[in-house]
């Protein structure tokens, strides 16, 4: 048992159903008792402490801020050296710089330093779930998974199916891509925290015999996920169109090899007409809101209120390496703006959500992650407050707690993380040196 004393501030509803003030819970001198990697208790430090057992050690975490551990809904693993890689849009980006990128993760070697490296940067900014990209080498999902169970870290990963339209060296075949799948899918999912995501790469990249077995699986094992890309750019639409020119839209080329349904997520869906909206609603599936991605390759807005306006679950991703940060935070700031630009206000505890609980109940995984509430897994983030100068300065004026928390969504980034605890284990602190 271990109790963590700080300013806790979590959600326990979308804000959207219970309103702002029902969406939140905060203790501005609260405590948090930690027992074998889960929440025990959450409160208010004075009434706490006096019924803790004799021995659990308090650490006290001054001018902090504990929040759950981020999700992110859409990342890349291998895409980390493409990371700010200039002067495209997506199709052009992939050839360019992705490709020769994910070639290299043939080699178990670069997969394990990459897979070890992209973890520490994860944690480094307070992210603790994550739904990941591998590449099509089956070795880059070994990789991946085995410094994940390492770290102990609840995370979605899987091998990218790809059998048409891609280098040689990155391309499967229908029925390699299955078997290969099958396999990692027998080692890995339900190992410790670590859940399987069937991953077609997006439809332009699949044959529609790839995607029919893409299906297959989704049906042959419970609870896997799939993830795949849907809606980001116009260019990779009017492909789509003509890849595929007997289904209606873009989403009824997945709907149609049944890729829909709970743990489906689609990356971006910025395009969509109403009824691909309608049909993500209704058939439980989740859309990866990615902010800086968006932006950078110059994809479009995502509109929030129209997707959340079919009931359509919607987490944030950073799309590392399209996206240009790994801090949840900076994908809230520009977030934000991405909504300003649409006549959207994206409110700081609504912020917190997507970037948490939201994320959380996008993947279906609510019941373990997303709060502090007892039971769950004790992934937890310990924000400073007095990170750089200009935070410290801007915090110390604001007068509420809505205020703190935008100005800190704003202008917070890795540097604002002090330490990262996943399952109760502290993984990253700052000021601690990097193994
Ligand atoms: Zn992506």
């Not at 997945?254 to 209704?282: K, M, N, P, Q, T």
Request: aromatic share 8%; with cysteine.
């Amino acid at each position: 048992m271990h109790a963590h004393r700080a300013a806790l501030l979590h959600c326990l509803a979308d804000p959207r159903a219970v309103g702002i003030e029902c969406s939140y819970q905060y203790f501005e001198d609260g405590l948090l008792l930690i027992e074998d990697g889960k929440v025990a208790q959450i409160g208010d430090a004075a009434s706490l402490l006096p019924t803790l057992p004799a021995g659990v050690k308090v650490t006290e975490h001054r001018d902090a801020l504990i929040v759950p551990g981020f999700v992110d809904t859409h990342i890349h693993y291998p895409q980390v050296d493409v990371i700010a890689s200039y002067g495209t849009q997506l199709l052009e980006w992939l050839e360019t710089y992705t490709f020769p990128a994910e070639a290299r993760f043939a080699d178990p070697a670069h997969a394990r330093a990459q897979a070890r490296f992209f973890l520490a940067e994860l944690l480094r900014n307070g992210t603790t779930t994550a739904l990941v990209f591998a590449t099509v080498h089956p070795q880059s999902v070994d990789a991946f998974f085995a410094e994940a169970s390492r770290l102990d870290l609840r995370m979605i990963a899987g091998k990218v199916l790809m059998d048409r339209n891609a280098p040689d060296d990155l391309r499967d075949d229908a029925a390699s891509g299955y078997d290969e799948s099958k396999t990692l899918i027998e080692r890995w999912h339900g190992k410790g925290r670590l859940h399987y995501a069937v991953t077609p790469r997006f439809a332009p990249t699949s044959t529609p015999e790839q995607l029919e077995l893409a299906g297959r699986l989704l049906r042959e094992y419970p609870g896997l996920y799939l993830h795949t890309h849907l809606s980001e750019n116009r260019a990779e639409i009017e492909w789509v169109k003509e890849l595929f020119p007997e289904r209606q839209h873009y989403l009824d080329v997945y709907d149609h090899y049944r890729l829909l349904g709970a743990r489906s997520v689609f990356a971006h869906g910025i395009h969509l007409c109403d009824d691909e909206c309608r049909r993500l609603g209704e058939s439980g599936s989740a859309v990866a809101f990615c902010p800086t991605s968006n932006l950078f390759l110059g994809s479009g807005l995502f509109d929030l209120a129209r997707l959340e306006g079919h009931g359509v679950r919607v987490g944030l991703g950073t799309d590392v390496g399209g996206g240009t940060s790994f801090s949840q935070l900076q994908s809230l700031n520009e977030a934000y703006k991405v909504l300003q630009l649409q006549g959207q206000q994206l409110d700081p505890f609504k912020a917190l959500y997507l970037a948490t609980l939201g994320g959380a109940r996008a993947l279906y995984l609510d019941a373990h992650i997303g709060n502090l509430q007892s039971g769950k897994d004790a992934d937890f983030v310990v924000l400073d407050c007095k990170a750089t100068p200009l935070l410290a300065r801007r915090l110390e004026q604001a007068r509420s707690l809505k205020e703190k928390l935008f100005a800190l969504t704003i202008l917070g980034d890795d540097r604002a993380v002090r330490e990262t605890f996943a399952a109760g284990r502290s993984l990253h602190r700052r000021d601690r040196p990097q193994p």
